[in-house]
């Protein structure tokens, strides 16, 4: 496919290989295959979020909470640690550094 002269040298179609001047195809994804063990949450594949970041360097400077709280329980929640009643606050936190 050779390229319209009246465009600039520098402009190039997005969908054109300019080297080979041959239109790109997307690659296929390759197929996904089940994991060994089942993911607790969508989340557990991903790095943890940032709420979950600032968390961790707040307890490595002593800043563990007092209580689990609904907003620590969300943050484990949402970075795939699925809190139990019988977990502190400082279990919560070791979780969610096992997940880095």
């Known amino acids: 496919m050779p390229l319209n002269r009246e465009e600039p040298a ?3 179609p997005t969908n054109v290989d300019a080297a080979a001047e ?20 969508a ?8 709420e979950a970041r600032a968390l961790l360097r707040q307890a490595d ?7 689990v709280s609904q907003n620590l329980r969300r943050i484990a ?13 400082n279990t919560v936190v070791d979780a969610l550094r096992a997940r880095r």
């Open 22 to 41: 041959r239109p790109i195809t997307p690659a296929a994804e390759p197929p996904t295959t089940p994991a060994a063990e089942p993911p607790i949450t």
């Open 61 to 67: 400077q002593g800043g563990v909470p007092m209580f």
């Open 43 to 50: 989340t557990a594949r991903r790095r943890l979020t940032r």
């Open 77 to 89: 929640q949402e970075n795939g640690v699925d809190v139990s009643e019988d977990m502190t606050p």
């Open 10 to 12: 520098d402009v190039v």
